[in-house]
């Protein structure tokens, strides 16, 4: 466990895409006349992304403690 939980989270990869991927969705969803299908595909990119974050520390912890 980390001393500091809320240091660990502003140095997170994850924390971070999510807060883009939240904006993102929320100005474009404002924005007249912006595809939705654009900002849907660039969320579903985002989301892919902290999936392969997600999978790699899961993986990196599986091998420091083996």
Do not use: C, H, Y
């Amino acid at each position: 466990m980390t001393a500091n939980p809320l240091g660990a989270l502003w140095k997170s990869r994850k924390f971070w895409l999510a807060v883009v991927a939240v904006v993102q969705t929320a100005v474009f969803a404002l924005l007249p006349g912006f595809p939705e299908a654009v900002w849907q595909a660039i969320n579903v990119i985002l989301l892919w992304l902290i999936g392969t974050i997600a999978v790699e520390d899961a993986a990196a912890k599986l091998s420091v403690r083996s």
